[in-house]
């Protein structure tokens, strides 16, 4: 299935969860067996070859793709959670939403300095939770750090938030 194809399962909802947002559901995408299917190998052709040895989901739409990443490479999977969800001792990150702050938390064991750490998440919009996630992840010293979307909203231009030696790539731009 192309990018064209796969773009065409993807359903716009209008004004959700707010007016003015286009909201782009993936859950039409994965729903059907061969778009899920060459979803998760285009994704994983995205990232391979790169010695990736832990991939790091953010919740709760990273939690879908993100440990499919993870088995075909041969790496660990790690979750990215929303706050009071992690049981052991955590590190916290808080960031700016257009409505008030959130805040994620990975665990304290999570990573090592060995580690080669992709960071994954369905969909690129201003880049304020990927920032967060990237600020925690590097806490760790780890070797390298890639990052990658499903989906890229060009418009919003949240790839001006990162450093431009780091690796980010999406499958779909809009
Ligand atoms: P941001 O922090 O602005 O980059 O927002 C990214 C997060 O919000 C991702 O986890 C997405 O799942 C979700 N998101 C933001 N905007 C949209 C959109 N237009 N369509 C679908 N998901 C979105």
Known sequence: MGIESIKEKIRVVEDFPQKGIQ???LTTAFKDPKCLKDLSDK?????????????????????????VMANNLGAGFVTLRKPGKLPAETYQESYQKEYG????????????????????????????????????????GVKKIYINFIVELEDLNGRSLFPEDIEIESLIKY
């Open 43 to 67: 994704m994983t052709d995205m990232c391979k070859n790169k010695g990736i040895t832990k991939v790091v989901g953010i919740e709760s739409r990273g939690f879908i793709l993100g440990p």
């Open 101 to 140: 702050v959130d805040t994620i938390e990975i665990h304290k064991d999570a990573l090592s300095e060995d580690d080669v750490v992709l960071i994954h998440d369905d969909l690129l919009a201003t880049g304020g939770t990927m920032r967060a996630a990237y600020e925690l992840v590097k806490r760790f």
């Open 23 to 25: 909201f782009r559901d």
